[in-house]
């Protein structure tokens, strides 16, 4: 093969790093046959050049002087893995200006500063690429970006983040407490010790949230636009009603249209989920991602969201679909935000409830909780009861309603005499 070596700059050697300096070297001969020149590893961007990167990175392209690797080497492509926002989204922007399509698995910083890269993608007549950024090994974003280019997504769920998966796995079947699933998740490396709120609390999922709907909804979507809640409320009452009731408790992505077609809601919380849906199925740190679509109904992508060899998997792949667009003078799908519809706030969105609650047991108490709901027209789907002594619980689902309709019902049961106390709230999604 008499093609000149593409030239690969990589910022970034930590566990998806290494593994990508590694699917290079060790699959350099399928590498090259695949792109159709080989590809050159030119430097490897680290915050500190004494520590060991292990056999597959040659000592002598370790670098920190980041600035240089890129702008200075004549790369081709650059591949960003350090994560954060600075100085990443510099360091991009300034690969496009000298040049270099880019691929990166960064989803904090395009959920946050997307359109920018995008622009500067655009203006320089290059590629940006950025598979990995959302469930590691699973090819999801391109199916959305291209696969489905000729269809019309109508929503989109997903289990995108695995540490909370794995500790609402555990709480469902042990029936751990989440403190102790957490401890778990950490002793086992899912979750950051000693903080692990960017899992836990929703933030990793609601940026992925924002590069899934900005995808499936030809709309620019930032991670301010997507409603958040986390998982470190749940108890392990919540999951075991949610169990009782036929449910399993995941933290969802959801972005959908709205009835109208006009906007689109994207939000993430906790819901409970049909055990017959097949994200009730998905366990551990496990991702998965349901879409629904006009054409092409019901699509599920299913895999490993994280670890080292499969995000790395990812990011070799846009390697060698860059490579290509370079090697035939051409470029990949820029971005499409034709639709440019709203995000619309979560008051507005429709959804279910499940609702338990502790009562006094005694005469026309089911009446005047009924009479809350209907008072904020909202449809009750099912309904249980318990008689416990002089006390009962009551366990309803509810049809869809509004958002905001269904938070004034739970806040005017609340100031009913009758209610003890509210044990759980929690959304129901996929039914």
């Given at each position: ?28 001969d ?15 961007g680290?915050?500190s ?28 492509i ?11 989204r ?21 959920a946050?500063?997307?359109a ?35 269809d ?6 997903g ?19 989440y403190?102790?699933?957490?401890a ?13 709120s ?23 979507v930032?991670?301010?636009d ?14 075991a ?6 449910y ?24 409970m989920?049909?055990r ?20 092409a109904?019901?699509?599920?992508f ?6 080292g ?17 370079r ?14 519809l ?18 006094t ?7 005047s ?31 869809d ?17 009758s209610?003890?106390q ?10």
């Amino acid at each position: 093969m008499g093609a000149k070596p593409l030239k690969v700059a990589l910022l970034g050697a930590g566990v998806v790093g290494s593994e990508v300096a590694r699917l290079l070297v060790e699959q350099s001969d399928d590498l090259a046959a695949r792109v159709g020149a080989p590809l050159e590893l030119v430097g490897v961007g680290v915050r500190s050049v004494a520590t060991d990167r292990g056999r597959w990175i040659d000592p002598s392209l370790v670098t920190d002087d980041l600035q240089q690797l890129v702008t200075g080497r004549s790369a081709d492509i650059v591949v960003e893995l350090m994560g954060g926002i600075e100085p990443a989204r510099t360091l991009i922007l300034d690969a496009f200006a000298a040049g270099a399509s880019v691929i990166t698995g960064n989803k904090a910083l395009l959920a946050q500063h997307g359109a920018e890269l995008h622009e500067a993608c655009d203006a320089a007549g290059l590629d940006l690429y950025f598979e990995a950024s959302v469930a590691g090994a699973i090819p999801l974003l391109r199916p959305l970006r291209e696969s489905l280019a000729g269809d019309r997504v109508q929503r989109v769920l997903g289990i995108v983040n695995g540490t909370t998966n794995y500790i609402l796995t555990r709480m469902d079947e042990s029936g751990a407490s989440y403190d102790d699933a957490l401890a778990e998740a950490q002793e086992l490396g899912y979750a950051e010790k000693p903080d692990p709120s960017a899992d836990v609390e929703g933030h990793d999922a609601a940026a992925k949230a924002a590069i899934i709907a900005g995808l499936a909804f030809h709309s620019r979507v930032t991670i301010d636009d997507v409603y958040c809640e986390g998982i470190s409320s749940i108890t392990s009452s919540d999951v075991a009603a949610a169990r009782a009731a036929g449910y399993v408790v995941k933290l969802l992505a959801v972005a959908e249209r709205s009835a109208d077609g006009r906007g689109i809601s994207v939000r993430v919380h906790p819901a409970m989920v049909s055990r017959q849906h097949p994200l009730a199925a998905v366990r551990e740190a496990y991702n998965a991602v349901f879409v629904e679509s006009d054409a092409a109904g019901q699509l599920m992508f299913y895999g490993p969201g994280a670890g080292g060899a499969p995000t790395a998997s990812a990011v070799v792949g846009d390697i060698v679909a860059v490579a290509r667009n370079r090697m035939s003078g051409g470029h990949g799908p820029r971005e499409s935000t034709y639709a440019a519809l709203p995000v619309l706030p979560v008051d507005v969105s429709l959804t279910r409830y499940y609702i338990a609650m502790d009562l006094t047991d005694k005469a026309g108490v089911l009446a005047s909780v009924a009479a809350v709901f209907a008072e904020h027209d909202v449809s009750i789907e099912t309904l249980r009861q318990e008689g416990h002594g002089d006390d009962a619980s009551l366990e309803i689902v509810t049809h869809d309603a509004l958002e905001s309709a269904l938070a004034e019902t739970c806040a005017s049961l609340r100031g009913l005499d009758s209610v003890r106390q509210i044990t759980s709230i929690m959304r129901v999604v996929g039914e």
